[in-house]
């Protein structure tokens, strides 16, 4: 007998809608072994897009007030697609009230925060999963497999950046993503965050950093088209060299004024042995370079992804027939349903978040400091 899966959503924005196509998806494809969606309640402050919001999706009800979904005994997960600055208090709530949580990235706006919703989801022992979905990716999965293997040799360096250009109009207005108190930071912790998912789930902790800043655009108008100017707290461009626990070294940097750039994760992990790389918006194509084989003096290789990488399979038959950014969603979707489920293990959980909200804070310190920083997991500390 198939299992119902009661979801309950804490936001309407656009991440709700992908968050509904991916649950909807993953059950149509995956299969109801998962378990089926049922979208019980949705929640927006706006009274008007909570209940338009209920209508479009199909949920069975409405609410302005989110704690209507942590205390009800029809929701199953709590799913939090709001803005950074409510994802803590709302996640807190949850857990305390056993519930289990699915969190969009941050977790947080601090690793103090983050490293506090890891505990206690560890002691109240509830699915616990931060919406990092490029570590869904079939690509990452192929060069984790890779660099696990051996046969890239000792790994000696990443080098990576995750670039849009977005925000390069002077014309946008201020939002909540240009203030420090809503948003915590800006590229690195919009942009940066997923870069970062990607190297930990691959190459594992960071131990030390030293980061460069830098806001290009100082002031934006205060609302559309208008002449009255408001101050730009977080930053447009983080850059930092990182020391790993395995000795590697990475270079790596983000920015959302990046002219030309619209979905721009790159990467690159060199060892003693081989090469790999990858550009998200070549979503799925992998380039290798193996040093021992005949084939060396010809340079790079392009892998097309297929069934044999990851969860690609699910989507298609055969190398080269493309998924698509949506898909990683989907996987990730398929991810929660099967761990509340079948208590399947999952990547993705608070602690997993809490590191990425512990190195940002450590990133962001050098940046301000100037120094090298530690990042010192499961504390606030950052310092020599």
Known sequence: MKKKVRIGMVGAGWMCKSHVNAYTTAYRLYGEQIG????????????????KAAETF?????????????????????DIVTPNAFHYEIAKAALLHGKNVYCEKPLSLSAEESNELARIAKEKGVLNYVAFNNVMNPATEYIKQLVASGKLGTIMRFDGRYDQDMLLDPSIPITW?????????????????????VSQYIMGDIESVNAVSKIYLPERPVKAGSTEMGQVETEDYMAFTAVYESGAIGQLSTSRVGTGRKNYLAFEIQGTLGTATFNLERLNEVNVYFHNEESTHRGFRNVLLGPEHGDYGIFQPASGINISFNDMKVIEAAKVLDAFTNHAEY??????????????????????????EKVKEGSTSVCL
């Open 58 to 78: 199909g949920f069975e009800e409405w609410t302005t007030n989110w704690l209507d979904i942590i205390q009800s005994d029809e929701v199953d997960i709590v």
């Open 177 to 197: 993503r240009h203030l420090v108190k809503q948003a915590g930071s800006g590229a690195l912790g919009d942009l940066g965050s997923h870069l970062l998912s």
């Open 347 to 372: 990547v993705c959980d608070f602690e997993f978040g809490a590191k990425i909200d512990t190195c940002i804070q450590a990133i962001l310190a050098s940046a301000e400091t100037g120094q090298w």
């Open 36 to 51: 089926e969606p049922v979208f019980k309640i949705i929640m927006d402050v706006n009274e008007d897009v909570s209940k």
